[in-house]
Nanobody, 122 residues
Framework: QVQLVESGGGSVQVGGSLRLSCAAS????????MGWYRQAPGEERELVAA???????KFADSLKDRFTISSDNAKNTVYLQMTSLKPEDTAVYFC????????????????WGKGTLVTVSS
């Protein structure tokens, strides 16, 4: 199994910054990609940013000027640096990963973390 554990959430004032981390652990062959999604109260879950094992990234268009995604493949960890935070960034942030479990089955499986709450207040 694969576990994704997020950390770094919390409360911050408008204009502040936070750095989220997500570490993957367990028995698997490779991580293909990791990403961050968020879900605000009453809203659907949406993509924030994602990064492949090769370093390719994609972002929600509205966030790419303020958020940065990076990874440490050796640590199976992905980071989300959030700056100039706004009240509308308040949400539960979920880590997501596509993981190849064994070298005999290269179709990746999707895993999710339990989420970490980010609250931005004025």
């Amino acid at each position: 199994q694969v576990q994704l554990v997020e950390s770094g959430g919390g409360s911050v004032q408008v204009g502040g910054s936070l750095r989220l981390s997500c570490a993957a652990s367990g028995n698997f062959f490779a991580i293909n990609a990791m990403g961050w999604y968020r879900q605000a109260p009453g809203e659907e879950r949406e993509l924030v940013a994602a990064i492949t094992s090769g370093g390719s990234t994609k972002f929600a268009d509205s966030l790419k000027d303020r958020f940065t995604i990076s990874s440490d493949n050796a640590k199976n960890t992905v980071y989300l640096q959030m700056t100039s935070l706004k009240p509308e960034d308040t949400a539960v942030y979920f880590c997501q990963a596509y993981v190849t479990i064994t070298h005999t089955n290269l179709v990746p499986a999707e895993y999710w973390g339990k989420g970490t709450l980010v609250t931005v207040s004025s």
